[in-house]
């Protein structure tokens, strides 16, 4: 078993440990909408609808370039990469490791409705999808997540919607991630409207386990065997146990720079 991120955080350094990790997010007064805006609808719907009978994907694709979640996208990341800068001058190195966006395939919208027990029309991919503008955001420490996330929760800008944090309570398989569903504001045809873009937070460890778990699923069509499943979420057990090591690694080399700035080496 792994210690739980509050006794991860409280195991870091004060150099970079804010108290906001301790708090609890999820008791924070979000709105929890996950219906789009209206003018979000009606660009969705312009992007992905027959323009004569009102069908979804007509030809297995995007009917117009999904432009308001390209903006958004575009949007967050100059946000976050900004926060990434800030935080590289004052610490020296830059806490995030890689960020990622995509825009969800029409076919994995389609079949995420098909999952959710959804019909397959506009009103629903609407309201029952809210990852079709995905960001992925890598980082090498697990408290880092948290720092980002209470940055994303300060800013003007940005507002958070909901967290699902997988990371606290992982998934039954093991699968382990931060997921916020962020209202970013964007300008298009002279409108400004809000967009949600729904933000992945993992570290490296978390990242590699849920990359070949996803090749593992494809290839098994998602029926696992039951030995490979223990085998998975033992896999992600090894994963978390290797991010709670490197945080003390971290938490010991901070010590020791901190005590030879004490002793002026
Ligand atoms: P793509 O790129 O969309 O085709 P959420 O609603 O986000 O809190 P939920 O309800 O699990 O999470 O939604 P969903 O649709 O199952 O997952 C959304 C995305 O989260 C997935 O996108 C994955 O990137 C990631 N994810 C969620 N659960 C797992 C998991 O168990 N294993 C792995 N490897 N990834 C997961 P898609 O649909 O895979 O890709």
């Known amino acids: 078993m792994h210690k739980p991120l509050n006794d991860l955080t409280s195991s870091m350094s004060g150099k970079t440990q804010p108290d906001s990790t301790r708090r609890d997010v999820r008791t924070e007064p979000f709105s929890h909408q996950d219906s789009p805006d209206k003018a979000e609808r009606e660009a969705l719907l312009l992007a992905a609808c027959d323009p004569e009978d009102g069908s979804l994907f007509p030809d297995g694709e ?48 389609l079949n995420k409705l098909e999952r959710l027990g959804a019909d397959a029309d506009a009103e629903q991919m609407a309201d029952q999808v809210h990852d079709i503008a995905g960001m992925r955001i890598v980082f090498p420490f697990v408290t880092d997540v948290y720092l980002l996330l209470e940055r994303i929760w300060q800013s003007p800008e940005l507002h958070i919607l ?76 090894a994963a978390g146990e290797l991010d709670h090591k490197m945080l003390a690694l971290r938490s010991e080399v901070l010590s020791l720079s901190d005590e030879d700035e004490r002793s002026g080496k």
């Not at 944090?165 to 409207?193: C, Q, T, W």
């Not at 809000?194 to 849920?210: G, H």
């Open 162 to 237: 909901w967290i699902r944090d997988y990371i606290m309570e992982p998934k039954s398989n093991g699968y382990r991630s931060l997921h916020v569903l962020v209202s970013v504001p964007i300008i298009l045809g002279g409108a400004e409207f809000r967009v949600r873009v729904e933000v992945q937070m993992r570290t490296l460890a978390m990242d590699f386990w849920a990359s070949l778990e996803h090749i593992l699923l494809y290839k098994y069509d998602r029926r696992v065997p039951e030995h490979l499943e223990q085998e998975l979420a033992s896999a992600a057990g």
């Open 62 to 109: 995007w009917v117009q370039p999904p432009l308001l979640y390209q903006h958004a996208l575009r949007k967050l990341q100059d946000e976050i990469e900004s926060i990434r800068q800030e935080w590289k001058s004052a610490e020296g190195f830059s806490p995030i490791e890689h960020i990622k966006t995509r825009i969800k395939e029409p076919s994995s919208i």
